[in-house]
């Protein structure tokens, strides 16, 4: 079992960037994939990345691809969530969430979810 908190988020103008941390503290954290998942105002949670357990196997959502960059250091417990060239779109609040072993795109998919973190991205 881990619990996740995210932390990073805040206040940047379009073009900027921001670094998404979450630290799931637990047993075992290296054997669980973490996903990314936002959810703007008015609008529904959705897939934003993923990193297995094995740290080469990586997934994005097409609005992410070559823009975010999701890492983990298993020595912290810690997974990343690199995020440049923000638009005023990547308004949401940023959740990060465990899962066993494999990635998975589907909030059903995941066991354990932090709070979320704030991401607010001006004009």
């Known amino acids: 079992q881990v619990q996740p908190v995210e932390s990073g988020g805040g206040l940047v103008q379009a073009g900027g960037s921001l670094r998404l941390s979450c630290v799931a503290s637990?047993?075992?954290?290296?054997?669980?994939?973490m996903g990314w998942f936002r959810q703007p105002p008015g609008k529904e949670r959705e897939f934003v990345a993923a990193?297995?357990?094995?740290?080469?196997?990586?997934d994005y959502a097409d609005f992410a691809e070559d823009r975010f960059t999701i890492s983990r250091d298993n020595r912290k417990d810690t997974v990343y969530l690199q995020m440049d060239n923000l638009q005023p779109e990547d308004t949401a609040i940023y959740y990060c969430?465990?899962?066993?072993?494999?990635?998975?795109?589907?909030?059903?998919?995941?066991?354990?979810w932090g709070n979320g973190t704030l991401v607010t991205v001006s004009s």
């Open positions: 969430a465990a899962r066993p072993r494999e990635i998975g795109y589907q909030i059903w998919q995941y066991n354990y």
């Open positions: 637990g047993r075992l954290f290296s054997t669980y994939a």
């Open positions: 990193i297995g357990w094995l740290e080469r196997n990586t």
